[in-house]
């Protein structure tokens, strides 16, 4: 039951920073298409959501990187990694 527990803590830690990576996105795609899609309104003007648009990128970076570095550390730890990424071992004699 303890490991049933933890793999779903586990699983829990990546799809959070994924969905908060997908609303980011949509956050911003829904910021220029409403920008965009206001100029071919003759009466109102355009404006653009700022906030709207900042809060998706936040939310996509923010997603997008966490689920990057954690696949690149697993990765760094299994030695999958090319040999630059490789973490740096201390030479014996200095």
Do not use: C, H
Request: charge should be positive.
């Amino acid at each position: 039951m303890k490991i049933l527990i933890s793999r779903f803590i586990a699983i829990l830690l990546l799809v959070i920073p994924g969905l908060a990576a997908t609303y980011g996105f949509l956050e911003v795609k829904n910021a220029l298409f409403n920008f965009f899609s206001g100029f071919g309104n003759d009466e109102i003007t355009p404006d653009f959501e700022w906030g709207r648009f900042i809060l998706g990128s936040v939310l996509f970076m923010a997603g997008v990187g966490f689920i990057g570095g954690w696949i690149f550390f697993r990765d760094r730890k299994r030695n999958y990694l090319q040999p630059r990424f490789r973490k740096k071992r201390p030479r014996p004699g200095s």
